[in-house]
């Protein structure tokens, strides 16, 4: 599965869009970007999940680039409890089995 | 419905001592991963089941490290004897398929710490 690179930490303002880059650019064309968040000690929460058109669901927006080498969560209005690890992860699946990398991620801090 | 669950949340043991730790992943999910995080350290993938059978088990540290998964239905790992190095917090997975746009649901972990 391709590497990703994400900044260490960021902060953003509590009701303000938190956005969270990736860069993925070894990504192959099979492979799907994914978003997982650790809060604390609990265990990785999924977010969201992309392939190359840009998504959107509940909890967050994905938006890829056109050459798919990059990416960026965005939380449209953060609060406090967003505050966590952000894992950005590429992984490819057909017929295949999951075997998930995740690196150090982006540790998000919401700020009062 | 009920989510990944773990057993025990927390673990101490001595070194040398056995321990087993369970997972029960989401009704109907055929995919059970194991995972783990080892202090400062990535978390990393240990082993894949499709129902009962390991589908990979390439993470798997040595051969003190057993996983079963009788039945298809939970999961247990058990580390015998358990080392110092072994310490770290040991996550669950399922998912309902193996494919590039399925969603794998974590459990909440197992802190095993031995001393």
């Known amino acids: 599965d391709a590497k990703t690179t994400q900044p260490p930490s960021m902060d953003c303002a509590e009701g303000r869009a938190a956005n969270l880059p990736c860069n993925h650019s070894t990504i192959s064309g099979n492979e799907y970007v994914y978003w997982y968040r650790q809060i604390h000690s609990q265990g990785p929460q999924y977010i969201i999940h992309g392939l190359k058109n840009n998504e959107t669901n509940e909890m967050a927006s994905l938006i890829i680039t056109e050459d798919r080498k990059s990416s960026t969560l965005i939380l449209p209005h953060a609060t406090l409890r967003d505050t966590a690890v952000y894992y950005c992860?590429?992984?490819?699946?057909?017929?295949?089995?999951?075997?998930?990398?995740f690196g150090t991620g982006t540790k998000l801090q919401v700020i009062p | 419905e009920a989510g990944v669950t773990q057993f025990p949340s927390h673990s101490v043991i001595e070194k040398g001592q056995t321990v087993t730790l369970r997972c029960d992943p989401i009704s109907g999910h055929d995919n059970l991963y194991w995972y783990r995080r080892v202090m400062g350290k990535e978390i990393k993938f240990l082993l894949h089941f499709v129902k009962e059978s390991k589908q990979d088990e390439s993470g798997m540290p040595n051969n003190r490290f057993l996983a079963e998964r009788t039945g298809g239905t939970y999961s247990t790992l058990k580390v015998q004897p358990a080392e110092l190095e072994d310490s770290g917090v040991y996550f669950c997975?399922?998912?309902?398929?193996?494919?590039?746009?399925?969603?794998?649901?974590f459990g909440q972990g197992t802190r095993l710490t031995v001393v």
């Open positions: 992860i590429v992984r490819t699946g057909l017929g295949g089995y999951q075997k998930v990398t």
């Open positions: 997975a399922s998912s309902q398929a193996d494919l590039g746009n399925t969603e794998a649901f």
